[in-house]
Nanobody
Framework: QVQLAESGGGLVQAGGSLRLSCAAS????????MGWFRQAPGKEREFVAA????????SYVDSVKGRFTISRDNGKRAVYLQMNSLKPEDTAVYYC?????????????????????WGQGTQVTVSS
C-alpha cells in the first residue's frame, strides 16, 4: 500500500517562502517519478512540478518557474517543494503524487492521469 503524506503548508504573506515535504511509505521509492499538483477553490487541479526517479530531470508550470524548486531524497523517501516569492494566486491545496508506472530513470510526467497515488493535501494560503 502506497501512502503519501504532505506537510509544511500554512499561511504566509506575499513574497514569503514555504517548503512543502512529502513523506512516502514506498519501499522502492526510487522507482517512482513524483509530482506536485495544486487545486484552488473553484478551479481545476493544476500541475505544478515533477521530478524524475533519479532527481536529474524536473519540470514546472510556467507560472512557478524561477520561484519554486522540486527536489527529492530517495534515501529518506521524500520529495520537497521549495516555494519562494509566493503570490496570492499560489493559494491552493497542494498535493504530492507518485506515478502509476515505473518510468525510465530520467523521465517525469506532467499528466495527472499518469499518477496513481496521491496524498491528502496541505493548504497553502498567501495573503496580499
Amino acid at each position: 500500500q502506497v501512502q503519501l503524506a504532505e506537510s509544511g503548508g500554512g499561511l504566509v504573506q506575499a513574497g514569503g517562502s514555504l517548503r512543502l515535504s512529502c513523506a512516502a511509505s514506498i519501499r522502492t521509492f526510487s522507482n517512482y517519478a513524483m509530482g506536485w499538483f495544486r487545486q484552488a477553490p473553484g478551479k481545476e487541479r493544476e500541475f505544478v512540478a515533477a521530478i524524475s526517479r533519479n532527481g536529474g530531470s524536473t519540470s514546472y508550470v510556467d507560472s512557478v518557474k524561477g520561484r519554486f524548486t522540486i527536489s527529492r531524497d530517495n534515501g529518506k523517501r521524500a520529495v520537497y517543494l521549495q516555494m519562494n516569492s509566493l503570490k496570492p494566486e499560489d493559494t491552493a491545496v497542494y498535493y504530492c503524487a507518485a506515478a502509476s508506472m515505473v518510468l525510465s530513470t530520467g523521465a517525469y510526467t506532467r499528466n495527472a492521469n499518469e499518477y496513481g497515488y496521491w496524498g491528502q493535501g496541505t493548504q497553502v494560503t498567501v495573503s496580499s
